[in-house]
T-cell receptor, first 113, second 113 residues
Framework: DQQVKQNSPSLSVQEGRISILNCDYTNSMFDYFLWYKKYPAEGPTFLISISSIKDKNEDGRFTVFLNKSAKHLSLHIVPSQPGDSAVYFCAASDSSGTYKYIFGTGTRLKVLA | DAGVIQSPRHEVTEMGQEVTLRCKPISGHDYLFWYRQTMMRGLELLIYFNNNVPIDDSGMPEDRFSAKMPNASFSTLKIQPSEPRDSAVYFC???????????FGPGTRLTVT
């Protein structure tokens, strides 16, 4: 049973527009969420995170929004650039437990020049 | 630092053979994680170590899989005997402490024919 779900396997966006990547989770004990970016033939790299005490965290062009009641988080990239083309994974953890991250299946973002 | 190092980068083997994947974490990182990436399940945590001790191996799919960490700078993931369904990309990651960013290696692409 997937506790972290990314229902869109792929997304295409024009350069300069907003990219919105979505993630849903089922475990109400999750209190820390992360986004990782992965380029081909490389390991995932950390992008941005958010704690459940916040509903928004911003870092440059990247903003993560958390809606705890809906068990939903999203990553906004504004403006999107061709170099943002990658697979994005969301992950969640329960800090009262073992701190292991549960990852989603990923969304492949393609930013069109 | 060179980052997390994994070897080999690619492994092709025949069904029934033993496969050993290797990982060198970032120096000073006390936590080491082994993940498997597949299209269907995304990034799955197989096992993680703290100070060379296995903490949670609930993600290890079968007894055919085993992992060791004989010292702070080296870990292995062994599959014996290997099966075609084990074909995937295997990642190793390390981190300083719970709640900190996990740093991933470049992965080992395993193909079992």
């Amino acid at each position: 049973d997937q506790q972290v779900k990314q229902n869109s396997p792929s997304l295409s966006v024009q350069e300069g527009r907003i990219s919105i990547l979505n993630c849903d989770y089922t475990n109400s004990m999750f209190d820390y969420f992360l986004w990782y970016k992965k380029y081909p033939a490389e390991g995932p790299t950390f992008l941005i995170s958010i704690s459940s005490i916040k509903d928004k965290n911003e870092d440059g062009r990247f903003t993560v929004f958390l809606n705890k009641s809906a068990k939903h988080l999203s990553l906004h990239i504004v403006p999107s650039q061709p170099g943002d083309s990658a697979v994005y994974f969301c992950a969640a953890s329960d800090s009262s437990g073992t701190y292991k991250y549960i990852f989603g299946t990923g969304t492949r973002l393609k930013v069109l020049a | 630092d060179a980052g997390v190092i994994q070897s080999p980068r690619h492994e092709v083997t025949e069904m029934g053979q033993e496969v050993t994947l290797r990982c060198k974490p970032i120096s000073g990182h006390d936590y080491l994680f082994w993940y498997r990436q597949t299209m269907m399940r995304g990034l799955e945590l197989l096992i993680y170590f703290n100070n060379n001790v296995p903490i949670d191996d609930s993600g290890m799919p079968e007894d055919r899989f085993s992992a060791k960490m004989p010292n702070a700078s080296f870990s292995t993931l062994k599959i014996q005997p290997s099966e075609p369904r084990d074909s995937a990309v295997y990642f190793c990651a390390s981190t300083l402490a719970p709640g900190y960013e996990q740093y991933f290696g470049p992965g080992t692409r395993l193909t079992v024919t």
